[in-house]
Nanobody, 113 residues
Framework: VQLQASGGGLVQAGGYLRLSCVASRSIFSFRAVSWYRQAPGKERELIAGISAGGDTNYEDSVKGRFTISRDRAKNTVYLQMNSLGPEDTAVYYC????????WGRGTLVTVSS
């Protein structure tokens, strides 16, 4: 089982990006899929997650700005990120719980001020 994250890049403050996490099998076979990020010099943190049942959760600093969603047909979980600020600069990772934990490779998001 593999997860592949993409969609990172350089964006100006106030801008937006959409990250994608493509799974090598049905996204609904995962108990949950989450997005984490790791900023320079900081620990990796959970920022958003979606359960198999569709329940979502967000870290406080991204509530109202980020939205996690999924597309069954594309085996993909998305992270729509709006109103980006320099504090959102980090490497973003997707993580799947399929009975064991699977991590995708990170995608770098850089927000310039």
């Amino acid at each position: 089982v593999q997860l592949q994250a993409s969609g990172g890049g350089l964006v100006q403050a106030g801008g937006y990006l959409r990250l994608s996490c493509v799974a090598s099998r049905s996204i609904f076979s995962f108990r949950a899929v989450s997005w984490y990020r790791q900023a320079p010099g900081k620990e990796r943190e959970l920022i958003a997650g979606i359960s198999a049942g569709g329940d979502t959760n967000y870290e406080d600093s991204v509530k109202g700005r980020f939205t996690i969603s999924r597309d069954r047909a594309k085996n993909t979980v998305y992270l729509q990120m709006n109103s980006l600020g320099p504090e959102d600069t980090a490497v973003y990772y997707c993580r799947g719980d399929i009975g064991w934990i699977v991590w995708g490779r990170g995608t770098l998001v850089t927000v310039s001020s």
